[in-house]
Nanobody, 126 residues
Framework: QVQLVESGGGSVQAGGSLTLSCSAF????????MGWFRQAPGKEREGVAS???????TYADFVKGRFTISQDNARVTLYLQMNNLKPEDTAVYYC????????????????????WGQGTQVTVSS
């Protein structure tokens, strides 16, 4: 049973930083793809960043240069370092995972991700 647990959300002022963590339980693939998504009130869930183990990372245009996705060496914790936060970054952030390689369009299709965390709230005030 794969379980993903996010942490690190909170409230910050615009321009501030937060680091989200996603701990993976029951998930130890030799090759994997993990990602971060977010959902703002009244909006659809959207892809933020994805990471292929020992491979490339992909970012949505609206976070490029501000957010960094990374993974620990044991590949059990996924991180999202968020800098220069803006009020429009306010959302519930979700961690997701799949076995195998990340498709190039992985951030655009939520239905290909079989494993999801419960989400962590990020609120950015102006």
């Amino acid at each position: 049973q794969v379980q993903l647990v996010e942490s690190g959300g909170g409230s910050v002022q615009a321009g501030g930083s937060l680091t989200l963590s996603c701990s993976a339980f029951g998930y130890s693939p030799s090759s994997d793809c993990m990602g971060w998504f977010r959902q703002a009130p009244g909006k659809e869930r959207e892809g933020v960043a994805s990471l292929q183990t020992e491979g490339p990372t992909t970012y949505a245009d609206f976070v490029k240069g501000r957010f960094t996705i990374s993974q620990d060496n044991a590949r059990v914790t996924l991180y999202l370092q968020m800098n220069n936060l803006k009020p429009e970054d306010t959302a519930v952030y979700y961690c997701a995972a799949m076995y195998g390689s990340c498709p190039t369009w992985a951030l655009l299709h939520l239905n290909i991700w079989p494993y999801w965390g419960q989400g962590t709230q990020v609120t950015v005030s102006s």
